[in-house]
């Protein structure tokens, strides 16, 4: 079975600063896709970033991009010039392609502390 | 588009009262899902549905959980008997296709005293 793993409960940057948060996960599979999610104090879970596995380009979107390393089964996620807003709960998530199945497999989270 | 609308907001009931949360998913949409979140157990999928037909309920802790998805638009999650370890936050999410991306609702923050 699939599992994810975010080993940082916790992390702080300094505003305007760039901060990684790392997400690693097992599975067997060849392809599938990974998401990074965000749930601020609002409690919305909002999609920051999806990667496609069967893609080798990294995915980017703004100030927020991913260092994917499928044959170490890495997951990262770089905030870049951080600020206040991105202070919130990150989920890393993985989906599998087969069978049909679209459940989402859920990191435990890791909370981004802006210190301003 | 209004996105993934739930209600209520914010539920406080006593043990043993029925709670029903609801969801209206994304217009178009073809798949919904139910989570539950808390700080133990982070989210856990509770149950999902394509076109309305449930799909894999095996999320659904008890008996006293049951979900149903009438049409396309409309979809219920209901706990009867409410029990104190049922308070968390259930969030309803929709995707259109397989390989698209789940958008979640504001979701519901259940407390049972």
Redesign the interface.
Known sequence: AQTVTQSQPEMSVQEAETVTLSCTYDTSESDYYLFWYKQPPSRQMILVIRQEAYKQQNATENRFSVNFQKAAKSFSLKISDSQLGDAAMYFCAYRTLLNSNYQLIWGAGTKLIIKP | DAGVIQSPRHEVTEMGQEVTLRCKPISGHD?L?WYRQTMMR??E?LI?F?NNVP??DSGMPEDRFSAKMPNASFSTLKIQPSEPRDSA?Y?C?S?LG??N???????T?LTVL
Do not use: K, T
Not at chain 2, 101 to 107: S, T
């Open positions: 798949y899902f982070g989210l999928l999902y394509n799909i894999d936050v969030f999410a995707s397989q390989y991306e789940q958008f979640f609702g504001p979701g923050r």
